[in-house]
């Protein structure tokens, strides 16, 4: 007689930057209702660090691609990226 074994579903992809953020400024809203249950307050908040640093991630993937690609003098040369004019806290 043979097992019948389900075969493992296979991992999902992760969620690409946008999806990432759009997710993340859910959560926000939801952490800023009155009513919010401090355990789901938690949870909420444990899901949104784990988005956050996902995030951060990419962007560093992002900024690392981006110094190769800049090109100075007809050499490959890394140039930081600036990315202060994205944000409006300068960070």
Known sequence: ???????????????????????????AGELERADLPLEQAIQLFEEGMKLSEQCRRQLDEAEGKIE??????????????????LDPEGK
């Open 1 to 27: 007689m043979s097992a019948n074994r389900n075969p493992e579903p296979a991992a999902s992809p992760a969620p690409n930057f946008d999806q990432c953020l759009a997710r993340l400024q859910q959560i």
């Open 68 to 85: 190769i690609l800049v090109q100075r003098g007809g050499q490959l040369k890394p140039e930081p990226l600036d990315l202060s004019g």
